[in-house]
């Protein structure tokens, strides 16, 4: 089950997951806020989603390392295995893709070029002691690299098996 920042965001105001608010970095539904309430949910669906014995993705920037650890937290009181997907691109290439989305308008999220300088400002990188539960992901090179690296993350927390295993 996959839990999206994006999408829990607009359902906590009442929107349509494709609604535009034109809300800038840090104003309208992404003030702190509603930043706050969003993690919130998500916490909430992800608990409910565990108590029912399935496991969980939660698709979110994290840029935080409270974010991270209010999770790790969740998944070891659910007694739920932990791991961060730290997807990982040049700027050039992020700039491009999210140029490229927010000219189609067609996403839930609504983070233009601004919103991703400022999270490349202000991020959080992994911790030393994160690294040990965290699967990086290059996905500059292409589509083909990201599906190889799903794959392998998929057996790492035993989602799924290499082919021949």
């Not at 840029?63 to 990982?88: K, N, P, Q, W, Y």
């Not at 589509?143 to 927390?157: K, L």
Request: aromatic share 4%; glycine share 10%; net charge neutral.
């Amino acid at each position: 089950m996959r839990v999206r920042s994006d999408v829990e965001r607009k359902r906590l105001h009442g929107l349509a997951p494709d609604a535009r608010t034109r809300s800038g970095a840090g104003e309208g539904i992404y003030a702190a806020a509603g930043t706050r309430l969003t993690y919130d949910r998500l916490a909430q669906a992800a608990r409910g989603v565990l108590e029912a014995g399935h496991r969980v993705v939660v698709d979110a920037a994290f840029l935080a390392r409270t974010e991270r650890d209010a999770f790790r937290a969740l998944a070891r009181d659910a007694g739920a295995e932990f791991l961060i997907v730290s997807c990982e691109a040049p700027p050039q290439v992020l700039r491009e893709r999210v140029a490229k989305r927010e000219a189609a308008a067609s996403d839930a999220s609504e983070a233009g070029v601004a919103v991703l300088e400022r999270q490349l400002a202000t991020g959080e990188p992994l911790a030393a002691d994160e690294l040990g539960s965290s699967a990086r992901v290059e996905t500059g090179e292409g589509e083909a690299r990201i599906d190889t690296a799903i794959g392998e993350i998929a057996v790492r927390i035993g989602a799924g098996r290499r082919p021949g295993a």
